[in-house]
């Protein structure tokens, strides 16, 4: 029986590489047998429209792109309920944080050939008021720089054109005033970031929590930084996080399968890289088990 396979690509993710190697990529899938259909993005959400309406014809996807494209890919997978198909990844954007879980780097072709592994490992994901992401959802503090972070710039800077972007909207931290729940404790508190999340890697910072976060066990690692009223604050807040002193009275930190947050003024996500949404009430839950990622 012929695999059909489903070749997602960004031509405009990170500095446009994926395209120096598309022939070189197709003729490989076809030696190995297999029936390729190419979809080449168009626009912001084609990718999750695409798998969402076409993603039972296919046994294996391969996405060719950043953090946002492979999000779009496991958002349509979703949209679908059909987890069916094995997903691989070829990382090709400008900081490729979910990559870095699994030691892909940027040669191409050595993904290209993981991608289409039968080493299937089965990995959690996460949904957010019903849009989902595959490893962190954030709020607060320089989280809106990806997104905000123009594509042209990115193309010229890589991840130093979000470096950039994130000193111009020092001016615009405020506290982020909420309530959040998970399990049986309650925290209300004023804060300057919050991540959800199962990377070890996020926004470019390896070992992010420490060698604590698992892609597969069910469970995000939840960090939340409080929003600093004075100098010694600030010191507190970066010194503890740096450290990883998760005890620290300037941070919270914790493991749950799921929570939700409350606000008076709407919370702007980040998922994945890209834009969430914003909202009073954010519910978030982890979906264990449901990606079937080829390593």
Excluded at 125 to 147: Q, R
Excluded at 205 to 233: C, Q, R, W
Excluded at 242 to 268: G, P, V
């Amino acid at each position: 029986m012929v695999t059909r396979l489903l070749f997602v690509v960004n031509p405009v993710s990170g500095k446009k590489t994926i395209t120096n190697y598309m022939i070189d990529i197709l003729n490989l899938y076809c030696q190995e047998g297999l029936e390729v259909s190419v979809l080449i993005t168009q626009h912001q959400g084609h990718a999750a429209e695409y798998v969402a309406a076409n993603s039972q014809r296919f046994d294996r996807i391969v996405c060719a792109g950043g953090d946002g494209t492979i999000n779009e890919v496991v958002s349509g997978l979703r949209a679908a309920c059909d987890y069916r198909a094995l997903l691989g990844y070829i990382p090709c954007g400008s900081t490729n944080d979910f990559a870095s879980n699994f030691g892909l780097d940027s040669n191409v072709m050595d993904s290209a050939k993981r991608a289409i592994s039968d080493n299937v490992l089965t990995l959690d994901s996460g949904v957010l008021n019903e849009h989902t992401f595959l490893y962190t959802a954030a709020f607060g503090m320089f989280t809106d720089v990806t997104y905000s972070t123009p594509q042209s710039f990115k193309n010229v800077l890589g991840h130093q054109a979000y470096v950039v972007n994130a000193i111009n909207h020092l001016a615009s931290i405020k506290p982020i005033k909420a309530v959040v729940q998970y399990e049986d404790q309650i925290i209300e508190d004023e804060f300057l970031l919050g991540l959800v999340s199962n990377s070890e890697r996020v926004a470019g910072i390896n070992n992010m929590f420490n060698g604590d976060a698992d892609l597969t066990d069910g469970l995000f690692e939840v960090l939340l930084i409080k929003y600093p009223k004075s100098i010694l604050d600030i010191n507190e807040a970066l010194s503890s996080f740096l450290m990883k002193n998760w005890d620290s009275k300037m941070l919270y930190y914790f493991k749950t399968a799921r929570l939700k947050i409350w606000s008076d003024e709407k919370i702007k996500w980040t998922l994945d890289g890209e834009f969430g949404g914003e909202y009073n009430v954010s519910s978030i839950q982890n979906r264990h088990g449901s990606v079937r990622f080829c390593v």
